[in-house]
């Protein structure tokens, strides 16, 4: 499912983020998880383990557990969102893997939006969150060489 359409922003009304962003995803219960910025990945992924299935009132959900904190294992939040649809995507090895989707709402400064997330196992990459070209385009300008902006 692609975004919806929104008029184009001149450049220079958009804010720069840096490669690496703070960003918090309300509507799941995390206040803040470090983002790698990512316009190489056409969606954006979250680190999630334990997904299960379930509905409510005929409408797909799940529920699925999140280490906020990159290296640290003991926190654990348990969120859950309506499934938008499980969608074919290809992981940074080029395999293809079949991941759900959910639609949330995430927070950089002091701008919201809603974006499409994937929920996937990042154990093993260095963030927990993956913020891609589609959650950022007409947004944000993304500069490179700096961090932590937003």
Same mark, same amino acid.
């Given at each position: 499912?692609?975004?919806?359409?929104?008029?184009?922003?001149?450049? #220079?009304? +958009?804010? $720069?983020?840096? /490669?690496r962003e /703070?960003?918090a995803?309300?509507?799941?219960? $995390?206040?803040?998880?470090?983002?790698k910025?990512?316009?190489?990945?056409?969606?954006s992924?979250?680190?999630?383990?334990?997904?299960?299935?379930? %509905?409510?009132?005929?409408?797909?959900?799940?529920?699925? =557990?999140?280490?906020?904190?990159?290296?640290d294992?003991? %926190? =654990?939040?348990?969120?859950?969102?309506? +499934?938008?649809?499980?969608? %074919?995507?290809?992981?940074?090895?080029?395999?293809?893997?079949?991941?759900?989707?959910?639609? =949330?709402? $995430? &927070?950089?400064?002091?701008?919201? /939006?809603?974006? %499409?997330?994937?929920?996937?196992?990042?154990?093993?990459?260095g963030?927990?969150?993956?913020?891609? *070209?589609?959650?950022? &385009? *007409?947004?944000?300008?993304?500069?490179?060489?700096? #961090?932590? +902006?937003?």
């Open positions: 499912m692609s975004q919806p359409h929104s008029p184009s922003v001149a450049p #220079s009304q +958009l804010s $720069v983020i840096g /490669w /703070w960003v995803l309300p509507e799941l219960g $995390v206040p803040h998880i470090k983002a910025i990512d316009t190489g990945a056409r969606t992924a979250l680190h999630a383990f334990d997904v299960d299935f379930f %509905e409510i009132q005929g409408r797909g959900m799940v529920r699925f =557990t999140i280490h906020p904190q990159q290296r294992t003991r %926190e =654990t939040l348990v969120a859950q969102a309506p +499934l938008l649809e499980h969608r %074919e995507v290809r992981n940074s090895g080029g395999q293809a893997q079949r991941r759900p989707v959910i639609l =949330t709402p $995430v &927070r950089l400064g002091d701008r919201t /939006w809603t974006i %499409e997330l994937t929920l996937t196992n990042r154990d093993v990459m963030f927990r969150m993956l913020l891609g *070209r589609q959650a950022v &385009r *007409r947004q944000f300008l993304v500069d490179p060489g700096r #961090s932590y +902006l937003g």
